[in-house]
């Protein structure tokens, strides 16, 4: 038997091989996976940009880059964050391999076996993952529709005997629960966190998605807000813009912790592929990537209605939904005597798969809501893949119906 460390032990690790394999299994309707859709990369505008690269920066792409980043995507990061009213000049850009290093990077540099991270919950199950592999506690803050619930997180902060390391959250276009925080919202959060030391780290991965352009300003960053004595950390990724492929993402933060998250970037990869780094920057530097996106909202929101029209016709009338304003998600709510993990076991036989609602909670117990992902779906298949999960639903309804009195 050989002997496995504590890392090897995060539940949700495994959720997520699961999640993976059935989000791309062949013959199912998938409203599984959290990615972007296959048909509408950036393929043709890709090829143009290599082909037209110098020798000498053909030559580069092969090459190992600084670990903090090749420094004309950093340029051009500075400028695209600058567009979102971030403190670039204040703070440093660490470019990360997927915002998940970033993620991981931040819980190094923070976080001792049993110290506290606080999350929302639902969570984003990646997220969960590192944490869990790095042996925090996690203490989790249920969301609404506008956001982190700020009187629960007070009540946990007063009840805490340590203080928390930093809260995680993913206030645009959330991951599983589709909700943006209102500007409200954001206000009181930065509020309670003043002066408690714990450091926010703000995931912001979905915010160039929003579907309505006079919503945009709803996803402005807490780290623009020139909170008062609040540390932000801000992540960021090309993910769900270029591609998830590309595994490039990036943190800004002040300049202590930029440098001690360098050191551990240095330690785990030496520097992200400059291959991508390079091909990601001459998107950003040929100004490509503003009407591409104008390319994806209309195509996520086309995907979004038609989810939405479709679970309105078919779907049984018991369950809710908040309708998304960005992003990739709708988080269906069941009546509380019913599951998802049930619904799940119905459905995949009819070849449906969606993300059960435990999967994003950390004590990986509340199953009381569904995710289902509308972003890589062919949009001939949504309504049948509605059908189906609708009639998975009934069957449970139906069955609790028998058992109950
Ligand atoms: C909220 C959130 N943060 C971060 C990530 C990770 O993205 P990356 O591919 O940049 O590691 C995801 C991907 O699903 C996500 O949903």
């Known amino acids: 038997m050989v002997a496995f460390s504590n890392a090897v032990n995060s539940r949700h690790s495994e959720d997520i091989k699961l999640l993976m394999s059935q989000a791309s299994g062949k013959r199912l309707i998938s409203f599984a996976g959290g990615m972007p859709n296959n048909d509408l990369f950036p393929v ?6 290599y082909n037209a690269l110098s020798e000498d920066i053909k030559k580069l792409c092969f090459q190992y880059g600084p670990t903090s980043g090749y420094p004309p995507l950093i340029h051009s990061l500075k400028n695209y964050l600058n567009h979102k009213g971030l403190p670039v000049n204040e703070n440093h850009i660490l470019v990360t391999t997927g915002s998940l290093q970033a993620i991981s990077i931040i819980t190094q540099e923070f976080v001792n076996e049993g110290d506290i991270i606080l999350t929302e919950n639902p969570c ?11 042996g925090a506690t996690i203490e989790s803050i249920p ?3 506008e956001g982190i619930h700020i009187k629960t997180l007070k009540s946990k902060l007063a009840s ?28 009181e959060l930065l509020e309670v966190l003043s002066g408690t030391g714990i450091i926010l780290l703000e995931d912001d991965a979905y915010s160039d998605l929003y579907f309505n352009e006079s919503e945009k300003y709803l996803t402005k960053p807490m780290k623009s807000f020139e909170a008062k004595d609040v540390e932000i950390i801000y992540t960021g990724s090309f993910s769900k813009i270029l591609g998830p492929g590309f595994r490039l993402g990036y943190m800004l933060s002040s300049k202590d912790i930029f440098e001690k998250a360098e050191s551990i970037k240095q330690a785990l990869d030496a520097c992200t592929s400059n291959f991508m ?9 040929q100004h490509k990537l503003e009407p591409y996106l104008k390319f994806l909202r209309s195509e996520y929101l086309e995907r979004k209605n038609l989810l939405q029209k479709y679970l309105k016709k078919h779907i049984p009338a018991d369950i809710t939904w908040e309708e998304p304003k960005g992003g990739f998600y709708i988080w269906l709510q069941l009546p509380e005597h019913i599951n998802s993990t049930d619904i799940f076991k119905e459905s995949i036989k009819k070849g ?3 993300v059960t609602g435990k999967t994003f909670d950390p004590k990986s117990k509340k199953d009381d809501r569904l995710r289902l992902s509308f972003s890589n779906m062919p949009k001939e298949s949504i309504e049948k893949g509605v059908i189906i999960l609708s009639e998975a639903i009934k069957k449970v309804l139906q069955a609790s119906k028998i058992v109950r009195p």
Do not use: C, M
């Open 44 to 49: 043709k505008q890709i090829d143009d940009i």
């Open 352 to 354: 449906v798969v969606f």
């Open 143 to 145: 969301i609404d529709h």
């Open 160 to 187: 805490l005997k340590k203080t928390p390391k930093f809260l995680y959250v993913t206030p645009n276009y959330h991951n599983p629960a589709g909700i943006i925080y209102s500007q409200k919202r954001k206000t």
């Open 277 to 285: 780094q390079i091909l990601a920057n001459e998107f950003l530097a």
């Open 124 to 134: 984003f199950v990646g997220a969960l993952s590192v944490f869990e592999t790095f």
